[in-house]
C-alpha cells in the first residue's frame, strides 16, 4: 500500500469515461475503451470476460441476485469506512496499464495497485472518477493536452516554457522533454 498525496491530481492528470465495452469476437476477451471527457484521445485494452460482465452490468443497471467480486469489494471498502476518491491509470509497462486506486480513510490518502479493468468496475459502483497520466495518453495518442485543453501551437513561447518549469517541479521529465522539442521546433524554422 503506497502512500498518496492528493496533489498528483492536477493537470498531468486526464478524466476519462467509459466509453465502450466490446466483445473482440471468439476470442474470451474484450476491449474496454475510455475516452477523454474533454477530448478526443482514448485508451482501449483488452479485459478478461469477468471484468467486462461486472463494467457492462454496473452500466446497464442490471440487478443480480447476488453480489459479483466487485460489489463485495465495494462493500468491504464502505464496512471498513474507506473512501474511494478516484482511480488513475498511472502508465503503460510491456503493454499492461498500470493503475491505482486512491483512498481515503480518518483523513489519510492511501492507493492501491490494482488491474484496470478492476479499478474501473470499483469507480463506477462508487461514482468516483477515473484519470488517466497525461504520458499514457501521449504515448498512446502522440498528442499531448495542456491545461485548460489549449493545443500547444496555441501557447506562447512564455506559456510553454511556464508548463516546462511545472513540468520539471513535478519531475515529469517526459513531459519537459515534449515541451522543449515544441519549442526548438518553432524556433528552428525562423
Request: glycine share 4%; charged share 30%.
Amino acid at each position: 500500500m503506497d502512500f498518496y498525496d492528493d496533489e498528483d491530481i492536477d493537470d498531468m492528470a486526464v478524466k476519462m469515461y467509459v466509453a465502450a465495452i466490446m466483445d473482440v469476437g471468439q476470442s474470451s476477451s474484450y476491449n474496454l475503451v475510455l475516452k477523454e471527457v474533454e477530448g478526443t484521445r482514448h485508451l482501449a485494452m483488452s479485459i478478461g470476460i469477468a471484468e467486462a460482465q461486472s463494467i457492462a452490468v454496473y452500466l446497464e443497471r442490471v440487478s443480480l441476485p447476488r453480489p459479483l467480486a466487485h460489489d463485495i469489494t465495494v462493500n468491504l471498502l464502505r464496512q471498513l469506512e474507506c473512501n474511494v476518491k478516484h482511480i488513475v491509470i498511472e502508465e503503460l509497462r510491456q503493454g499492461y496499464f498500470i493503475s491505482s486506486i486512491v483512498c481515503e480513510k480518518d483523513g489519510n490518502m492511501f492507493s492501491l495497485d490494482a488491474r484496470t479493468s478492476d479499478a474501473v468496475a470499483i469507480a463506477l459502483r462508487v461514482s468516483a472518477p477515473i484519470y488517466a497520466k497525461e504520458r499514457v495518453l501521449f504515448e498512446l495518442n502522440g498528442r499531448p493536452a495542456i491545461k485548460h485543453h489549449r493545443e500547444l501551437n496555441e501557447l506562447s513561447d512564455e506559456e510553454i516554457n511556464k508548463e516546462i518549469e511545472r513540468a520539471v517541479e513535478k519531475e515529469d521529465y517526459e513531459r519537459a522533454q515534449m515541451l522543449k522539442r515544441e519549442l526548438d521546433s518553432r524556433h528552428s524554422a525562423e
